[in-house]
């Protein structure tokens, strides 16, 4: 009965953080309405959501198993719930950029707790990875969840209204009630070695890297999380500027994106028990390559339709959000996989190494797509991911090399 609190309280923290998170391009879309602010300055919300992540998770990752994963999560909602209360309090661009600088800083707190935790209450490679695979599905029911949310805040008629910062007094409720659950679940002590000075364990987490399979995992968690991102978080301003859809419109579609995640995360664990993880992450690669390049060709000379609706959108638009579903797979794999490989008192370092590499992909992934963006056009922008997508291709090859290996 504990341990099933203890998977609950972390599904749900995960669940309210997909929310946050990932509603930095709904919110990049609504603050260039709202405080009519360019697309450049619009791209930075995802680097203060990024970069407090990595530089946390960066600092305090191998320290957090001392101070224990349930206060670690609790401190981290406790920041969010305050920070989404000013969200409607003081409507500026300032505060929403405080708004993710603490996500961010919470959520490094958060994944670090939640992963290093998954290898507290399993027992088995296997377990880890089905319990891994439902968490991450969890979060992205929590990102679907999000679209729909902040939609529903929107006026229609008036796009520039600051009628959307309402939905953050439901969000600051939502991590309340999750607080209170957390504080009630008993958490299992970790088994650690002798105490040694915080500066010895940093530089453990740092000597991780020296490791071929740590190295290679870090440039694959990257690469991929620089193409998620990079379509996650400008997907809505595709929608509303390439192909003509109104903002509320456009975000309700991008939650076709979230929802092939979660999709695809499902039938990963399913085909995961009758396939190879190298085989099938290598197929979700090119199919991911092929979709880009058999759906932007459709979004070109698009016209404007007063009366586009849910079901009369271009095709385009419920199509390329389908990569989510080839896409899904990857990034929960390559995890298990390099966690599966360590000691579980070496999990919550190597975790922060996976928050930091993946902030800083995202953060690099969303403001190069923003500078094409602005500078060029959304087609154009999207098929720069087809670089990243091929390296990625590259380096997915080179970690399953190094995973036969056994990792010291």
């Not at 349930?70 to 950029?97: D, E, G, N, R, S």
């Not at 989510?324 to 975790?351: D, E, W």
Request: aromatic share 12%; hydrophobic share 55%; with cysteine.
């Amino acid at each position: 009965m504990a341990t099933l609190r203890i998977r609950l309280s972390l599904l749900l923290t995960y669940f309210v953080f997909a929310i946050l998170l990932n509603s930095v391009g709904t919110v990049i879309l609504q603050v260039i309405h709202t405080y009519q602010i360019t697309k450049e300055a619009a791209s930075v919300l995802e680097g203060f959501k990024d970069i407090p992540i990595a530089v946390v998770s960066f600092i305090i990752a191998s320290y957090l198993p001392r101070l224990g994963y349930k206060t670690a999560l609790q401190i981290a909602l406790t920041l969010v719930t305050l920070a989404c209360i000013m969200m409607p309090l003081i409507p500026a661009f300032w505060t929403t950029k405080l708004l993710f600088l603490t996500v961010g800083a919470s959520f490094a707190l958060v994944k670090v707790s939640v992963y290093a935790s998954i290898g507290v209450v399993t027992n088995t490679k296997a377990e880890h990875a089905s319990l891994l695979n439902f968490i991450e599905g969890g979060f992205m029911l929590g990102v679907l969840s999000g679209y729909w949310l902040f939609s529903a805040f929107m006026d229609p008629a008036a796009p520039e209204s600051g009628s959307w910062l309402q939905v953050y007094w439901l969000l600051a409720l939502l991590c309340l009630a999750n607080l209170a659950l957390l504080s009630s679940t008993p958490f299992p002590k970790l088994e650690l070695p002798p105490a040694q000075p915080l500066k010895q364990d940093f530089i453990a987490m740092l000597q991780l890297v020296y490791k071929p399979l740590v190295f290679v995992f870090v440039l694959s968690a990257f690469l991929y999380v620089l193409i998620e991102q990079g379509i996650g978080s400008w997907l809505p301003t595709f929608n509303n500027e390439v192909l003509k859809l109104p903002n509320q419109l456009s975000v309700q579609l991008t939650s076709i994106f979230a929802a092939s995640l979660a999709l695809g995360r499902i039938l990963a664990g399913v085909v995961l028990k009758k396939l190879s993880w190298y085989v099938l992450l290598n197929s979700c690669l090119l199919a991911m390559a092929l979709l880009i390049l058999l759906t932007l060709p459709l979004t070109r000379d698009i016209q404007h339709n007063a009366g586009v609706g849910l079901f009369t959108a271009p095709l385009a638009a419920y199509l390329f959000p389908l990569i989510g579903l080839f896409m899904a797979p990857i990034y929960p794999v390559i995890n298990s996989v390099i966690l599966s490989a360590l000691p579980k008192a070496r999990h919550a370092a190597m975790t922060g190494l996976i928050v930091v590499f993946s902030a800083l992909g995202g953060t690099t992934g969303s403001m190069v797509t923003g500078y094409t963006f602005a500078n060029f056009d959304g087609q154009t922008a999207f098929y720069l991911c087809l670089l990243p997508l091929s390296l990625l291709l590259l380096s997915v090859g080179l970690f399953h090399r190094q995973s036969k290996q056994v990792v010291a």
